[in-house]
């Protein structure tokens, strides 16, 4: 079973940082991307960023030039740089990895608890 343990969230104030990480339980047999999406109060859930095991990067239009992701492949860990928030960053933030576990297993979607990120202004 794989798990992802998320950490790094929290209270901050406008304008502030915060770099929450991912970090996968057990080794994975390929993974294919790496990502970040979060859900606030009565929204559905977006992506923020993620990025494939080759290190192209994604991101949602309102973080760009705001946020950076990265990750350490030989960790299966993720992690979310993220500057300059503002209120409207506020939300849950979940972790996500895109994957296959074992040589004949198959590929799937697995995701953290969620963090929570509020942004106060």
């Known amino acids: 079973q794989v798990q992802l343990v998320e950490s790094g969230g929290g209270l901050v104030q406008a304008g502030g940082s915060l770099r929450p990480s991912c970090a996968a339980s057990?080794?994975?047999?390929?993974?294919?991307?790496m990502g970040w999406y979060r859900q606030a109060p009565g929204k559905q859930r977006e992506l923020v960023a993620n990025?494939?095991?080759?290190?192209?990067?994604n991101y949602a239009d309102s973080v760009k030039g705001r946020f950076t992701i990265s990750r350490d492949n030989a960790k299966n860990t993720v992690y979310l740089q993220m500057n300059s928030l503002k209120p409207e960053d506020t939300a849950v933030y979940y972790c996500?990895?895109?994957?296959?576990?074992?040589?004949?297993?198959?590929?799937?979607?697995?995701w953290g608890q969620g963090t929570q990120v509020t942004v106060s202004s």
């Open positions: 990025i494939t095991s080759g290190g192209s990067a």
């Open positions: 057990r080794n994975i047999f390929r993974v294919y991307a």
């Open positions: 996500n990895l895109d994957g296959t576990p074992h040589f004949m297993g198959v590929r799937y979607d697995y």
